[in-house]
C-alpha cells in the first residue's frame, strides 16, 4: 500500500504556472459570462478579430482582402450567444467578465 502511494506521488504530473497566466481564470467554451451590459452570453469557441480597417486603407482592402487580411493585426476574441437574444457573435476577450 505505501509503496503504491510513494510511486504515484513521485510519478504524478507537476503543476505548471506560468507568469502571464498567474491569477487568470481560464476561458473555456461552455461557460457562461457577462457581455458589456447586454446580459449573459455562453462561450462557443475562440476566434481572432481583426482590428478595424480605416477608410484610408478601404480600396487596398477591396482589390484583395484575404491578402490584405494576412498582414493585418488581429486580437483574440471568441464566439459567444447572447443567452437573453439568441444573437451570435464574435468579441474581444477583454469585453467579456465572469459571472
Known amino acids: 500500500m505505501f509503496g503504491t502511494w510513494l510511486y504515484m506521488y513521485y510519478t504524478r504530473p507537476k503543476k505548471r504556472t506560468t507568469k502571464h497566466n498567474k491569477g487568470k481564470k481560464i476561458m473555456r467554451a461552455g461557460e457562461v459570462y457577462e457581455w458589456l451590459d447586454q446580459g ?51 468579441v474581444h476577450a477583454d469585453t467579456l467578465t465572469y459571472s
Request: glycine share 6%; with cysteine; proline share 12%.
Open 40 to 90: 449573459p452570453a455562453v462561450l462557443l469557441a475562440p476566434c481572432t478579430i481583426a482590428d478595424p480597417i480605416p477608410m484610408k486603407k478601404a480600396t487596398e482592402f477591396s482589390k484583395d482582402p484575404e491578402g490584405f487580411l494576412q498582414n493585418w493585426p488581429r486580437e483574440e476574441g471568441w464566439t459567444i450567444k447572447l443567452l437573453v437574444s439568441g444573437d451570435i457573435l464574435d
